[in-house]
């Protein structure tokens, strides 16, 4: 059976190849994530809600958030318009006063968000619930279930006639096995008002990469390295995406010092694009609507990477072939790439300290004619060697120049 050809929609999805999500809401006033209403048997339910009292959002800049994307070298932004805990970011229109234009921030944070993305050139997308801690959506009988779907059907309705949106992200089906979701009424309402969207719907740690519906354009690696998609069998191109936080947990954490390095983005970053997915990473605004200083500075400096590479990054696709270690190669129309993991710095042992290796490293399979190869963060040229049958491809990899290490170095080989 032939690999199905991706929608254009898709095609492009896998063209923007990484992308901020923000988890931000009442919860963010805690400071100890987005689950806290659920996992802290302490906290009453009247007393979280009473947080909208104080939800300010006087630091929420939709702009200012997408300029900090694109800086990142991302391509799209994905905010929780609902979370579990059933507070919106958007104006419902009635249908509850459980929204932020009841909040003290007094306004409609989604479309700040989305006019935002779409004047700094960073494509919208919005989170939303289907999981509702306020409408007890975990534990209702099923005719109550009902209910709820009509009004969370009601809601999305709202998102899709109010908000021009590339994609939307759902979260919660994982939730309930034993009610009807019904999926198709779901999946009808949003081709109807915006055919054109992005739909993901993560199914959760444990059923990573499953697809849960037809009408689904990309499947989920939550926490997880994304494994590469076997198309072969599926009636659609269906596209990959891993989402993974800045630290241990969605959501801001003000007690929490894991955070990811610029140099553990690169790599993962570098690893989705391996398995032919998107990168969907996570930061914790503050409880009045800020990125953390660590965080925006952690993207930028990645961004510095992604800047550097970008061609190989938002273009490539992987080869299929073998490689040393983690290394990968990536392929577009115009180029291949070779992307080089643990890779030593070159210089006197009293005054480098990375770790890995330099010199040959072979490519099995890659099966193309390479006449030669060059660093792209430096223009050195390195030596290549092939075997008669051009199975084997061997690039002499030369260690990184004193003062340097781009984490996952870059070569352009000579086709």
Known sequence: MATPNPEPRVVEFERNAYGMFLHWGLYSQLGRGKWILHLDDDLEHEEYERLIETFTAEEFDGREIARLASDAGMNYAALTARHHDGFSLYDTQGLTEYDAPHSAAG????????????????EPFLYHTTLDWHRNSHECTESEFDDYVDFLHDSLEIVLTEYDIAGIWFDGDWSRDDVDWRLDERYALIREHQPELIVVNNTGIGNEGEVSHSEVDSVTFEQSEPDPIDREEMDKYVAAEMCQTMNGHWGIGTNDFDYKSPADVIETLATCRARGANYLLNVGPTAEGAIPEYETATLRRAGDWVEMHAESIYEGKPVDCETPGRDVVLETEDGLYYLVFDLAVSGHENVTTSSGGTGPRTIEGLNRVVSGARWLDSDEELRVIQSDDGDLT?????????????VVRVAELSV
């Open 107 to 122: 306004r409609d944070l989604v479309r700040d968000f989305v006019e935002g993305c779409r004047t700094e050139g960073i």
């Open 394 to 406: 061997t690039v002499d990899c030369t260690g990184y120049p004193y003062g340097s290490n781009t």
